[in-house]
Each structure stands twice: as structure tokens, then as C-alpha cells.
């Protein structure tokens, strides 16, 4: 999947679409393409409705009132304390600074207010929504994003797995792996203030989803401006929460007020397929082979042993110690092993970097 796949007017085809409202009969109104869901009953019937939306679909639901207004202020108020005893170093789409982040606010959620917690992850909806697109078992993380006034609009992307990749590596993985990567998660968000146009709620792509080389077509001036052109934008209320499968192409407005701090609490679901069957012990394998790997002249041999011995994937970390500063994701353990390979370290200095790589990501 290379960017000569890419063509916009073949993007056009798909996303230029019409939501039929009969073909959701659960939904209680389409607004600008997206599907609107207000105090659903959550039964099988729903469930087809909300596979067939976030696949084939507008790929963008929202419930309204997902949250009642005593979970969501309470939560908030623990955000804000958090925020304020530690500000946010880095952001994935933004400049340090230009956003207030909360990096793994559900564990940090809780440890600090369990009860707050119980509340708020006792949502029928967060767990009927999650279920009916990754089945039982999903894993939950969430994040807390809040957008300041002036906060500037982020760039049209897709969400993690693919989405968090460079260029580059996006275009070595093949085409069926395209395919895969939304089905591994699940994009959401719970508006934690009310939400007006002119704070810059989340801008969407509907259809975006089902183009498939979209995770290369990202990084393209042209596909960008089309986004610009013809992107939807919902005013949410707080506690609605919005859906949305991954590969949606989509990203925060801006905040044009001057007072709202756009408060978020982004939920990020992943499919509880994504490990492998055992356990492994990479970095004790990294240190006892490292002598070894030293020896092997060939550069595509030690390339080779490197990703059969080493992580090489840079999630998951704690993205607090471990921000990714200098693009979408922090240095795998990979990534270290291959520049120690490369500088010849001593063995020595490469069980320290890999010991203090180990403590950043640690929860």
C-alpha cells in the first residue's frame, strides 16, 4: 500500500454518501451525516445498528446523555486536579503546552477517586457500544484532552494502530493489515462541558473510513484539503458521547471562544486479541544476545535478529515518562537495541538504557 494507490477522486466515490435514516431504525436522527442516538434500549437490535454504522457506515455515532451530569462532574473534578499538580509535556497533535493532557487518566482516575470511578464506568453505553464492536474482554484506556482558547485545529488523521505511524512505516505494512487495524479499536469520546461550534468539537470525515489505502492518503496535501472542504462538526452537550471507528478520517477544531476549555475524556477500546500467547522476558533476551549480535557482519542479519529478539512496537508505555516529543510514538526497545548495534556501545551501557527504557514505560 504506497501512495500511488492513493486517488482522491476514488476517495470522493466513497465518502460522497447520503446517511439513510432507514437503514439505522434505532437512530433518532442523522445530523450532518452522523447518526444520532438518544436513550436507546440496548438490545441486539442496536447492536446490529451500531456494527453496520461503524463499519460500512457514516463510521461516527453519538449518543446524547450518555453520561449523567453527577459522573461527569465529579470526574472533572479530579481532572482538573490533575491537571493542575502535573501539566501535560507532550501531545501527539499538538505543541507541548497548546493543550492540557492527562496521560492515563483511568488508572490515575482510579487511584485517586475510586467511588468517582465506579460511577463513571459503570455507562451501560461505554460498555454496550464497546462490546458491540469488539466483543467481550476489550480493554479500556482513556486519556483526558483539554483544548484551550486559540487552541489551534489539528490535521486530518486516523487514530491508532496505523494512524500512530510514520509515513514510511505505514507503506511497509501490507494491505490486508490496513484492513485489520480498525477493527482493533475503538475511538470515543465524553464531552465533559457543553461543547458549541465555536469551541471546536471534533471535526469528521463520514464514510472516510471504508477508503482503504486512507492511513497512506493522511499524509497527502490533497486529500488534506478535501477534508478541509467538506469535514462535519457537531456542537456536543455535556455527557454525549461520540463514537467512532478508527480510520475515520478526523481531527479537534479549534477553539475560536474565549473562555471555553474544551474538556474531553477520550476513550480509546482495544480488542483483547492484540497479545501474543506468552510470555516474554525481551529485554533479558536483548542483554544475553547482545554480545552475539555485536559479531554479525551482515547489516540485514542483525536487523533480523533485532526483530525477532526485541520489541519493536513502542506501545504500550506511560506516556507521561515516555512522551512521544519527537513524533507520533517514543523509541521502541528496538529502536535502542539497533542504535546501541549501530554505536557499538558497551553491553554495559546497554543494560542501563534498556533498564531505564523498561522504568519510562512502566505504569
Request: with cysteine.
Amino acid at each position: 500500500m504506497t501512495a500511488t494507490t492513493c486517488r482522491l477522486d476514488d476517495f470522493r466515490e466513497v465518502v460522497e454518501r447520503t446517511t439513510d435514516p432507514g437503514e439505522y431504525p434505532r437512530a433518532a436522527s442523522v445530523e450532518q451525516n452522523i447518526l444520532i442516538y438518544d436513550g436507546p434500549r440496548l438490545d441486539d437490535a442496536l447492536r446490529a445498528d451500531l456494527v453496520r454504522a461503524l463499519s460500512a457506515g457514516p463510521g461516527v455515532v453519538v449518543f446524547r446523555r450518555a453520561l449523567g451530569p453527577g459522573p461527569v462532574d465529579a470526574a472533572t473534578a479530579v481532572f482538573e486536579e490533575m491537571i493542575a499538580s502535573q501539566p501535560s509535556v507532550g501531545d501527539h497533535f499538538a505543541k507541548p503546552g497548546a493543550n492540557d493532557r492527562v496521560w492515563n487518566a483511568l488508572q490515575k482516575l482510579a487511584f485517586r477517586a475510586p467511588e468517582v470511578f465506579c460511577d463513571y464506568y459503570a455507562s451501560d453505553v461505554i460498555a454496550f457500544v464497546s462490546a458491540a464492536w469488539l466483543g467481550p474482554g476489550y480493554q479500556v484506556t482513556s486519556q483526558v484532552n483539554v483544548v484551550n482558547p486559540g487552541g489551534a485545529a489539528q490535521v486530518a488523521h486516523r487514530d491508532y494502530h496505523l494512524g500512530f505511524q510514520s509515513a514510511a512505516a505505514i507503506e511497509a505494512y501490507p494491505e490486508h493489515v490496513h484492513a485489520l487495524s480498525p477493527v482493533l479499536t475503538l475511538q470515543g469520546a465524553v464531552a465533559h462541558c457543553d461543547m458549541p461550534l465555536e469551541s471546536g468539537p471534533t471535526l469528521y470525515l463520514p464514510y472516510s473510513q471504508t477508503y482503504l489505502p486512507g492511513y497512506v492518503a493522511t499524509s497527502r496535501s490533497e486529500f488534506r484539503d478535501y477534508f478541509d472542504a467538506h469535514r462535519m462538526q457537531l456542537p456536543l452537550a455535556k455527557g454525549d458521547a461520540v463514537f467512532f471507528n478508527p480510520a475515520v478520517f478526523h481531527a479537534a477544531g479549534t477553539n475560536r471562544s474565549s473562555s471555553i476549555r474544551r474538556m474531553a475524556n477520550l476513550l480509546q477500546v482495544s480488542s483483547p486479541f492484540g497479545r501474543a500467547m506468552e510470555s516474554v522476558d525481551r529485554l533479558a533476551i536483548c542483554n544475553a544476545l547482545y554480545p552475539a549480535m555485536l559479531r554479525i557482519a551482515d547489516e540485514r542479519g542483525r536487523r533480523n535478529v533485532v526483530a525477532a529478539a526485541a520489541e519493536g512496537y513502542a506501545f504500550p508505555t506511560n506516556l507521561d515518562r515516555d512522551p512521544p516529543l519527537d513524533g507520533l510514538a517514543p523509541p521502541s526497545q528496538a529502536d535502542i537495541v539497533w542504535q546501541a548495534l549501530v554505536e557499538r556501545w558497551e553491553p554495559a551501557r546497554l543494560r542501563s538504557e534498556l533498564a531505564a527504557h523498561a522504568e519510562r514505560r512502566a505504569a
